[in-house]
T-cell receptor, first 113, second 113 residues
Framework: GAVVSQHPSWVICKSGTSVKIECRSL??????MFWYRQFPKQSLMLMAT?????????EQGVEKDKFLINHASLTLSTLTVTSAHPEDSSFYIC?????????FGPGTRLTVL | AQTVTQSQPEMSVQEAETVTLSCTYD???????LFWYKQPPSRQMILVIR??????QNATENRFSVNFQKAAKSFSLKISDSQLGDTAMYFC??????????FGTGTRLKVLA
């Protein structure tokens, strides 16, 4: 149990375009989901906390207008990277909270050309 | 503010041997959770073990066990009978309240054949 999926697993886009990443909890409902960014050989950096039916809470330094988060249902949260630039290239990971434990998706590799 | 420290950036162990990864944390809270996650080359974050601070008994999961020393604020992970599949990055994490994790910087473990 406690499976989280992410789609797509990898995406390549042109600079200036927007990209949407989906995070789904497959076998449980998640009121709270999280979005992380991970640079090579580094730890996970929390970007925002996503709560179903309310606005996301962004960490300091994360541009909320650039990284749009929507958590419209108890099983789906989306992260949209708007007007992507090469510096947004990274590995993005979501997680969903279940019983005070986070279960992670497999991640999405974003490359912006 | 809570902090989590993993002082061993890299470690190696021979197959079938035992290895211990260290983690210390700083908090003034009395009730909280501690976790160990494994991130293999696939980059999927996998929950290894979870400890609730109010429980004195150390958590175990098959070959994985922890040594939780609340007064010393120490939470080490012991891997017994190491297997090649244990090769991964291991992250220690602290959680209190808002479900946000504080991650350590990780320990890269390599199991040698």
């Amino acid at each position: 149990g406690a499976v989280v999926s992410q789609h797509p697993s990898w995406v390549i886009c042109k600079s200036g375009t927007s990209v949407k990443i989906e995070c789904r909890s497959l076998d449980f409902q998640a009121t709270t989901m999280f979005w992380y960014r991970q640079f090579p050989k580094q730890s996970l950096m929390l970007m925002a906390t996503s709560n179903e039916g309310s606005k996301a809470t962004y960490e300091q330094g994360v541009e909320k207008d650039k990284f749009l988060i929507n958590h419209a249902s108890l099983t789906l949260s989306t992260l949209t990277v708007t007007s992507a630039h090469p510096e947004d290239s990274s590995f993005y990971i979501c997680s969903a909270d279940r019983a005070d434990t986070q279960y992670f998706g497999p991640g999405t590799r974003l490359t912006v050309l | 503010a809570q902090t989590v420290t993993q002082s061993q950036p890299e470690m190696s162990v021979q197959e079938a041997e035992t290895v211990t990864l260290s983690c210390t944390y700083d908090t003034s809270e009395s009730n909280y959770y501690l976790f160990w996650y494994k991130q293999p080359p696939s980059r999927q974050m996998i929950l290894v073990i979870r400890q609730e601070a109010y429980k004195q008994q150390n958590a175990t999961e098959n070959r994985f066990s922890v040594n939780f020393q609340k007064a010393a604020k120490s939470f080490s992970l012991k891997i017994s009978d190491s297997q090649l599949g244990d090769t991964a990055m291991y992250f220690c994490a602290f959680m209190k309240g808002t479900y946000k994790y504080i991650f350590g910087t990780g320990t890269r473990l390599k199991v040698l054949a």
